[in-house]
């Protein structure tokens, strides 16, 4: 038997509360309030053209997920080609992922443990996903059709 603890399933609504309160007093050390949207549990930060979304949802009893990700491009054509140049990134960035939403969108997010958060894995996530998805957008992006 290992010596960690086994996940047990469940959500922690304290945990979400506190780690919520956590997270927005680091937004709020990192930001002006003028830079912040918050729309219901989630917050919402522009980086040139990307907007960085933050939210803390349920994982299992003992912890919860801070997802830091950004939309990348939306109504992609996915093409093979394009899906195995996803597959290749994913291969080489050192934190988070890429990967294509149900509504034809591609993604860029990273998910921290959010229990014992702390201020210095906050900010290179956030910053990681704001470079990441702002250095890949363009390739991405639908291209317009020229006649």
Same mark, same amino acid.
């Given at each position: 038997m290992?010596?960690?603890? /086994? @996940?047990?399933?469940?959500?922690?609504?304290?945990? @979400?509360?506190? !780690? =919520? %309160?956590? /997270?927005?007093? *680091?937004?709020?050390?990192?930001?002006?309030? *003028?830079?912040?949207?918050?729309?219901?549990?989630?917050?919402?930060? !522009?980086?040139? !053209?990307?907007?960085?979304? @933050? =939210?803390? @949802?349920?994982?299992? !009893?003992?912890?919860?997920? /801070?997802? /830091? *990700? %950004?939309?990348? %491009?939306e109504n992609v054509n996915l093409t093979q080609e394009m899906a195995e140049e996803l597959l290749r990134l994913n291969a080489s960035v050192h934190f988070g992922s890429f990967g294509v939403t149900f509504d034809k969108a591609v993604v860029y997010s990273y998910s921290l443990a959010g229990a014992n958060l702390d201020l210095n894995e906050f900010i290179a996530a956030v910053q990681t996903v704001a470079t990441v998805a702002d250095s890949y957008d363009e390739?991405?992006?639908p291209q317009p059709q020229t006649a």
């Open positions: 290992p010596k960690f603890k /086994v @996940i047990k399933e469940g959500i922690n609504e304290s945990l @979400i509360a506190s !780690t =919520r %309160a956590k /997270v927005e007093k *680091y937004i709020q050390e990192l930001f002006h309030d *003028y830079e912040v949207a918050k729309v219901e549990d989630t917050y919402s930060c !522009t980086f040139g !053209t990307i907007s960085v979304n @933050i =939210r803390v @949802i349920g994982w299992h !009893t003992e912890d919860v997920l /801070v997802e /830091v *990700y %950004a939309y990348v %491009a390739m991405f992006k």
